[in-house]
């Protein structure tokens, strides 16, 4: 019995081995072409298991513990890569309070959790070399080897394994610069001052002349939409986006045109700000919102009230308190939200009540009605949010995630259809573009068979500018901090001091900030159109100097780890 016990012991060892090899390469056959770097997390956990065979058998319980405890860390990196695409990488940690967006698959991932736990902590021999002094040692260096061929000549990049992932998640959640955000307080003065100095802008630059005079403006954030959702882009002859498809045929249509960042939080006063943060602003507690957002910062709204304009955004999740309040500090006269709010929030227990996408339309074309010009409008529109219901289904369609492009296009085309009957039409430019890009899921991928695996994509961004011929720009992987300085450019309002990191798209510009994209802490290139993984230190540094202007870290306690 001992021996039949012994024998399947052993089998059990290789089973578990098995499936944590197995669980650690799956993301890579699901969502990548097999290249070396595929390799680089199979060493990591082969370096492990080969080590509790050569360890000390007098440790062999601290061994267990630990080697299981890595067992688990590579295996839960590795499912969360298997349905994202990605490691868990600082977007996602930041967003743990949001579980109840997962809706009807949380079940399932607890469940998975469970298995992992079970495979990572099954007591499996770690004594297979037991008594082979010289196989250890040969062992050792064979692997020593292998880690030295496959890290440094293969040239590991950062984030390439499980386990480096989790590494760099803990080291961006305390960057350097909460250390210049812990300076005394006449050091961190003078440092505040140096920086602002160094983003300083005098102007915004022009690079197109109009002949409108104080037109209206009309912003469209669409929750998570990259170009490729749209039927022209894809070419997948799905029909889902008739209306924006004949939308980008009546305005200015930049192509190849990426998110700077994620997620909405970060998104919307990116874009507004044409600038980079590192907190959503809530982190610290809601009350300390105001305080974080006391800067010198300027935006499109605070430029546009200093020209007369009255200026709204509309919020399609009033029962969200951060997101409420995170609006309110954002420099509008009005954060308005339409009384007719629908429980059509989808499969996301706990979610509140929202303004529907076509709801969010009727406010706005019921309270322009009201408006003396020149007026800035500002909306998002929600339902194309993970997991969120909506409107209208396609038929044939049984799948989700189309259906929620379908019913978003259905709606704006309502929408847009009814502006062209009113007085404003003639006199108001509208842009319809997103937050960011659509999130790299299983459900989006599988829906539009879709390549994307970084929350890094072009973006759709039309501006309809009345009695302008349409034309469709490339602007060549430049990134939406243009925004701002591309709508006060086509307003002709260039004599503004500023701090955007974007500049208008209509200038003959360089400028790298405007081909980098943050989210989370990674960076990207998205140069000629191409999203790597950005190598330029001095950006990055750039960005995290810029993080103390952007946001007021001199007026809350960061705390001890902070």
């Known amino acids: 019995m001992q021996t039949k016990f012994k024998i399947n012991n052993i089998v059990f060892t290789y089973i578990k081995y098995f499936l944590i090899l197995a669980i650690t390469i799956a993301p890579y056959l699901r969502w990548t072409t097999i290249t070396l770097h595929n390799i680089f997390p199979l060493v990591e956990a082969l370096l492990i298991i080969i080590a509790t065979q050569i360890l000390p058998s007098k440790i062999k319980w601290i061994t267990y513990v630990v080697s299981s405890l890595l067992y688990l860390l590579i295996m839960f990196q590795s499912f969360y890569r298997l349905q994202s695409a990605t490691y868990v990488n600082l977007q996602a940690w930041l967003n743990v309070e949001n579980l109840s967006a997962l809706g009807g698959k949380l079940p399932f991932y607890f469940l998975m959790i469970f298995i992992l736990l079970i495979i990572a902590f099954y007591p499996a021999r770690i004594d297979l070399l037991k008594g082979k002094v010289i196989t250890k040692i040969i062992v050792f260096y064979i692997a020593d080897l292998i880690a030295i061929l496959v890290y440094i000549v293969g040239g590991a990049p950062v984030s390439a394994t499980p386990l480096s992932s989790t590494i760099q998640l803990f080291q961006t959640d305390i960057p350097n610069f909460y250390k210049d955000a812990r300076l005394q307080q006449k050091d961190q003065a003078k440092k505040i001052n140096q920086i602002e100095n160094e983003f300083k802008k005098p102007d915004v630059q022009s690079g197109i002349s109009l002949p409108l005079k104080k037109p209206n403006v009309i912003v469209i954030f669409t929750e998570g939409m990259s170009a490729s959702t749209l039927d022209y882009v894809n070419q997948k002859n799905l029909n889902l986006t008739p209306n924006l498809d004949q939308f980008a045929k009546e305005t200015i249509n930049f192509k ?228 701002a300085p591309t709508l006060l450019d086509l307003l002709n309002i260039e004599n503004q001091q500023n701090y955007f990191l974007g500049k208008s798209l209509f200038v003959d510009s360089s400028e790298p900030l405007q081909y980098t994209s943050n989210v989370a802490g990674e960076f990207f290139s998205t140069k000629d159109s191409n999203v790597v993984y950005e190598k330029q230190q001095n950006l990055i540094e750039q960005i995290y100097r810029y993080y103390l202007l952007s946001v007021n870290y001199q007026k809350i306690n960061l705390g001890v780890n902070k």
């Open 256 to 483: 190849n045109y990426f998110n700077h960042t994620a997620a909405t939080y970060h998104g919307i006063r990116g874009q507004l700000f044409s600038s980079e943060q590192f907190l959503h602003g809530y982190e610290y507690g809601i009350k300390n919102v105001s305080k974080l957002f006391d800067t010198k910062m300027v935006s499109l709204q605070s430029i546009l009230k200093d020209h007369g304009y009255s200026t709204t955004m509309f919020n399609p999740e009033p029962e969200s308190l951060p997101f409420q309040t995170y609006l309110e500090n954002l420099g509008f006269d009005k954060v308005i939200t339409s009384n007719n709010l629908s429980k059509k929030v989808g499969k996301n227990p706990g979610v509140n009540s929202i303004v529907t996408d076509g709801n969010n339309y009727q406010s706005i074309l019921t309270n322009m009605k009201k408006e003396k010009s020149p007026f800035l409008y500002v909306t998002y529109t929600y339902q194309t949010h993970l997991s969120a219901d909506y409107d209208y289904s396609k038929k044939g369609i049984n799948d989700d995630r189309l259906n929620q492009f379908y019913s978003l296009d259905k709606n704006f085309g309502k929408f847009w259809n009814q502006f062209k009957k009113t007085k404003e039409y003639q006199n108001t430019i509208v842009v319809f573009t997103t937050d960011h890009a659509t999130y790299p899921d299983p459900d989006f991928r599988d829906s539009f068979d879709e390549k994307q695996e970084t929350f890094v994509a072009p973006i759709p961004l039309m501006i309809y500018y009345p009695n302008q011929q349409s034309k469709t720009i490339n602007v060549n992987g430049k990134n939406s901090l243009s925004l």
